[in-house]
């Protein structure tokens, strides 16, 4: 207690097994003013409390390994390279009271390999978080000459619950590859200064991951755009939970890229520059009841709500689903996109859009690129399978198309569809308008029907309803997982070249319980039902060992390993590392040079599991940052005006007129079922009664099987209003 200890160059304590420490209102530092002592080292099985206490220039302050822990409470973290860092095995104790400061002063750390320009507050290497970590203040002061990269959580293959921490101008604040059965929950963030990435919560490959009520903020970018980075960040992985947050000021507000289930629920994204929500091949994400405005300044930027690109072709048992999100202030309110496939084969249908409210948008409320299907049923009319989506736009007639697509799809019971292109319209106009939250201000005014005619309320309204993905698992009262009773039948109805990494994120989660008997009976089922081919069976028996810890069993697994591409080689040798490091054949920190060399390697072929080998070099180097990639832009789409309808009732165009061989008709009509669509000649003769249920559509007509001369195209809605258009045959 109260004690200031001064340490030489490369100086520390390391604390043995059964050794215990009991440090209160005490300092720890260099004996040179800018120069930098190792810190503390805890071996397994010593411990203490350390509280009140200050560190500085530490190397690692305080390194925990092998299952070693200490009450960590109210210090001071100063200028360290590392504040508290947990290699290998359960920390059982919390972290919390603490503040982590990284200022300019700059400080030669030459104690560990791990050098660079990156700073961390907490880092957690194949560990368990046990405790919460909370009440943590991280700063990084406005400083001009302040280039250092200050990091506040970063976790490889590790897992802890993360609350009530705030960080303030960070390089980022949770940096994560393969973490798991994790919390991000009630932080509070913000940036007032220009930094070289945005991303503020980044994940890799991770599972069953919550990101839940955090306040994310960054002041600065109100004025700049950065279109590759955003507040939140995940590629790969599954199970990821983002919901509640309020995010302000970004260019990107939510991103995610190749990742399984998800949900995007409920979040508040304000004055973003860019996108509001970006999904690319993000397989299984239910985006509902978010709040999107962007930040439309003078049009500035192109501003898109929500964006959606699918890269892999034919039916998904686990579809993305848009609902009762309220999207204002944009250049394009929704934009969702796929490759083109080649004419005459299927194609992908359009991502199930229901019930959102969009507002305010310039060029397009939905742009569809390459999708087929539909935004409401046109066969099934009944409530619960229509559109609902509400569309108001201020730009005026002629100015913004409420739907265009590239290849023709259909809407029906939708509001305020008043110009399309592209796109048959079916039923009653205006027939059902958006229930989202946003948009009870304008209900009564809405054909004085609040709420709908014949609404029902059905589980596409319940925002925290799980409306897609396939769980095979349920919490119990003990908050841990448990299988279904018909988890056979959930995973048999997965893509079999998906079920390898449906099983393997089955297991990561599993593995957080606190006995192995779910993980056993999964084990048992994947062996009884023949669920995988042989060699990702070998995949699987290699993390099943993982799960229950038994390292032995999975080094045999790991030497059994089919190697079918690069891709495996190069996990193969990942987990090869892993292993090691987690059986303590290698130290962490001083990791051999050809390692290093093939871990470089992987990550210069950006193949599968590059950033894994960028983030392991990263805690062994340093100066390895994520390397995040471009987002994808819009596509330009030229909208022609002879595929733009306008739905009014005085619609009826006839082109090329007079024609040759074939004519195009523009038609608007209150109710396609009710209406008659006829041809005669000019003596009065009925040549066709066309079938039609279009309400407006954009029709080709072949005149190859009439006589040349002049005809009368006749349009008789149920109200007796009729129509006439002369089609003339060369």
């Known amino acids: ?18 050794s215990t420490i009991r440090a209160n209102n005490s300092v720890f530092r260099s004996c040179f ?30 390194l925990f390994r092998g299952g070693a822990d200490a009450l960590v409470i109210n210090n001071l973290f100063y200028n360290c390279k590392v504040g508290v860092a947990s290699d290998k095995g359960n920390f059982r104790e919390p972290i919390t009271g603490n503040t982590f400061i990284v200022e300019s002063t700059v400080i030669p750390y030459t104690c560990y390999n791990l050098l660079g320009a990156q700073n961390w507050g907490i880092v957690g290497h194949q560990s368990n978080f046990l405790a919460s970590v909370s009440h943590n203040d991280f700063i990084n002061p406005v400083d001009v000459g302040n280039t250092k990269q200050f990091i506040g959580v970063y976790l490889i293959t590790s897992s802890g619950t993360f609350s009530e921490n705030k960080f303030t101008n960070l390089y980022r604040c949770f940096d994560m590859q393969r973490a798991n059965n994790s919390e991000i929950d009630n932080n509070e963030i913000e940036l007032s200064q220009q930094f070289t990435t945005q991303s503020q919560i980044r994940g890799a490959n991770c599972t069953n991951i919550s990101v839940l009520s955090n306040e994310i903020e960054d002041t600065y970018e109100y004025l700049s755009i950065q279109a590759n980075s955003g507040a939140i960040w995940f ?26 289930s998800a949900e995007i629920i409920e979040n508040s994204i304000m004055n973003c520059n860019h996108y509001g929500i970006y999904l690319s091949d993000a397989m299984g994400t239910d985006v509902s009841c978010n709040t999107i405005n962007m930040h439309n300044r003078d049009n500035t930027f192109d501003e898109t709500g929500i964006f959606h690109y699918q890269s892999t072709a034919g039916f998904s048992l686990n579809p993305t689903v848009y609902r009762n999100n309220c999207i204002l202030e944009t250049d394009v309110a929704m934009y969702l996109s796929t490759f083109p496939f080649p004419l005459g084969t299927l194609g992908n249908n ?22 087929e299907g539909n935004i409401g049923s046109s ?74 005619s014949d609404q029902e309320i059905t589980d596409i309204e319940r925002c925290d309803f799980a409306l897609v993905g396939m769980k095979a698992t349920i919490s119990n009262h003990e908050q841990e997982h448990i299988l279904k009773t018909k988890f056979v039948q959930i995973i048999q109805r997965v893509n079999q070249e998906d079920k390898l990494n449906f099983l393997l994120d089955l297991l990561t989660t599993l593995s957080s319980n606190q006995t192995t008997a779910e993980i056993e009976k999964l084990n048992v089922a994947v062996n009884t039902y023949d669920m995988l081919y042989s060699e990702d069976l070998k995949w699987f028996e290699y993390y099943y060992a993982l799960a229950i810890d038994d390292y032995l069993l999975a080094g045999f697994h790991l030497g059994q390993l089919p190697l079918r591409n690069q891709n495996e080689k190069d996990l193969k040798f990942i987990e090869s590392l892993m292993l090691d490091l987690k059986t303590n054949k290698k130290d962490l920190f001083n990791i051999d040079e050809f390692t290093r060399e ?52 005085d619609l009826l165009e006839v082109f090329p007129n007079p024609s040759t061989d074939k004519v195009f008709i523009k038609y608007f009509v209150k109710d396609g079922e009710n209406t008659t669509f006829r041809l005669f000649d000019m003596s009065g003769k009925l040549i066709n009664d066309f079938k039609w249920t279009y309400s407006a559509s954009k029709v080709e007509l072949s005149l190859n099987s009439l006589n040349q001369g002049v005809y009368l195209f006749v349009i008789q809605e149920e109200t007796g209003n009729i129509r006439r258009a002369k089609i003339v045959k060369r």
Not at 358 to 370: D, E, H, P
Request: aromatic share 10%.
């Open 350 to 371: 359009v991502p199930q859009t229901v019930n959102n409210f969009l507002y305010n948008y310039t060029n397009c409320g939905i742009q569809v690129v390459n999708f």
């Open 598 to 649: 093939q871990l470089h390697e992987i990550d210069i072929q950006r193949l599968e599991h590059a950033s894994l080998a960028r983030d392991l070099l990263n805690l062994f180097e340093g100066d390895l940052d994520y390397i995040f990639g471009d987002l994808m832009e819009k596509q330009d789409v030229n909208v022609e005006s002879s595929d733009i309808l306008v739905l009014d009732s």
């Open 33 to 62: 003013t800018n120069k930098s002592w190792r810190g503390f080292e805890f071996e397994a099985g010593s411990g203490g409390i350390i509280e009140e206490s200050v560190f500085k220039n530490a190397h690692f302050a305080l």
């Open 235 to 260: 590629s790969g992985g599954s199970g990821i939970s983002i919901k509640e947050n309020r995010i302000e000021g970004f260019s990107n507000g939510i991103i995610l890229k190749n990742t399984g």
């Open 379 to 452: 066969i099934l009319t009944n409530f619960s399978t229509q559109g609902r989506n509400t569309f108001v736009s201020n730009n005026g007639p002629g100015g913004a198309v409420d739907i265009h697509s590239t290849y023709t799809i259909d809407e029906s019971g939708n509001f305020g569809v008043n110009v399309t292109s592209n796109v048959n319209s079916f039923g009653i106009q205006n027939k059902y308008h958006s229930t989202a939250s946003c948009a009870n201000q304008v209900e009564e005014n809405l054909l004085g029907a609040t709420p709908n």
């Open 1 to 18: 207690t109260l004690v200031d200890m001064v340490f030489g160059l490369c100086a520390g304590i390391v604390f043995e097994p059964g």
